[in-house]
């Protein structure tokens, strides 16, 4: 009882999801996918803040009244109006600092997206796998199904034995209980999807996976590695502390001021300009050391990120050149010819039930042996061709 309504709220659930292809998912995720959508936020503020900082100074305004006691009220006054900035070179290398790390930020956002369309896509792959799974239980359950009636008739006409009877009943039982099992993970995969998806459920209704890469091995891996995402990321970071570095060079270089001055002591008033600057010599200590040391981080960390990504997409390719000569094992024609000829066995009375689920079992896992094969191997796709997402 507790199986059947299991399985009864699994289907309800999935039957009220909106159905898509893998392609729609993907494409759905990347709309609703609610940390993409506050990493985009994040990264907004982030390129408004790069420009702020290369603004000018704010506009400084000062009055002065002053007092004396020869004189009723305000005996004189002064007003100064002064506007700073930086010397003019500076400008123009924030502005490519800002635009190289606008580029390394936008970079690192391609890099998140990639990582989650890549976790939806593997989700995707793991329905399709589930629905393959859950197809094959329900075609021996089926098959079951007519064997129990068949060696129902026979045993009430005494040509079966109530152990003959029995072992169908128990196969179907436990047939029952895996496809309940089956339906359960799935309703997890859906309940994934839909988080990833902004809670808005939806299904890949896609029964096939996609297709495997024209291209031979080493040609896999030498895209995978080229198109890598993170490796650009961490380059772009490399190509913007270096112009830090640049930016603190001109550290140095005198803050210069320019103003108005207006004077009303004695019988006229007084005007005036105002012209000045400051020198930072202490002010921009140890600031170029401090850039050369992050640019030095930005170097390793970008060949880190390329040695990750060969080694990762090295072991990838190692792995699918194993799982394809793994499934090219496998027949599976010769598989469902088998098993359509134990089927005419036993229904002919020349193979026992027992023997024929004993021989029917070792094909169904061997089949089942190769779903799980080749789920793994497009999985390793999914992976190696996450820079194409």
């Known amino acids: ?34 940390e993409l959508k506050a990493l985009a936020k994040g990264n907004e503020a982030a390129r408004l803040d ?28 002064e007003l100064v109006v002064t506007q700073g900035f930086d010397f003019p070179t500076l400008y123009g290398a924030r502005r490519k600092a800002a635009r190289l790390q606008g580029e ?15 976790a939806a896509k593997q989700l995707c792959l793991d329905l399709i796998h589930m629905n393959k799974r859950r197809a094959l239980l329900r075609e021996r359950r089926i098959a079951a199904d007519e064997l129990l009636a068949m060696f129902t008739e026979k045993y009430d ?31 997890t995969a859906l309940e994934q999807l839909r988080a990833m998806n902004g ?4 299904e890949c209704a896609d029964t096939l ?19 890598d995402w993170q490796v650009m990321a961490a380059a772009a970071a490399v190509d913007a502390a270096g112009q830090d570095v640049k930016v603190s060079r001109q550290g140095w270089m005198p803050k210069l001021e320019i103003g108005f001055r207006r004077n009303t002591e004695g019988p006229e008033a007084s005007n005036g300009f105002l012209i000045g600057g400051s020198i930072p010599i202490f002010a921009n200590r140890h600031k170029v050391k401090a850039a050369k040391a992050r640019q030095a981080e930005a170097e390793m960390a970008r060949t880190d990120a390329r040695l990750k990504a060969e080694s990762a997409a ?23 010819q088998t098993l359509r000829l134990l089927r005419k066995a036993v229904e002919s009375g020349q193979m026992s039930v027992t023997d024929y689920y004993v021989e029917a079992d070792g094909v169904y896992r061997n089949m ?22």
């Open 209 to 227: 996976y996609p297709p495997r890469p024209d291209e031979g091995y080493e040609a896999v891996y030498a895209r995978a590695v080229a198109s």
């Open 157 to 187: 006409k005494g040509d079966a034995t109530a152990i003959e009877l029995n072992k169908i009943k128990m196969e179907r039982m436990n047939l029952e209980a895996e496809l309940a099992a089956a339906e359960a993970d799935r309703a």
């Open 50 to 77: 790069l420009r702020q900082a290369n603004n000018l100074e704010g506009l400084s305004v000062e009055y002065s009244p002053f007092f004396n006691g020869n004189t009723k009220g305000i005996a004189s006054s």
């Open 104 to 118: 390394a930020i936008d970079l690192q956002y391609r890099t998140a997206r990639r990582d989650v369309l890549l």
């Open 1 to 34: 009882m507790k199986t059947a309504i299991v399985t009864i709220a699994a289907f309800m659930a999935a039957t009220s999801l909106k159905a898509q292809t893998l392609g729609g998912v993907l494409e759905s995720v990347e709309k609703n996918n609610t």
């Open 314 to 336: 090295r072991a990838a390719v190692e792995s699918m050149r194993r799982l394809g000569a793994s499934m090219a094992a496998y027949d599976v024609p010769l598989m469902r």
């Open 199 to 202: 809670g808005v459920g939806i």
């Open 368 to 389: 089942q042996a190769y779903a799980d094969l080749e789920r793994q191997y497009h999985g390793l796709v999914a992976d190696i061709t996450k820079n194409d997402l």
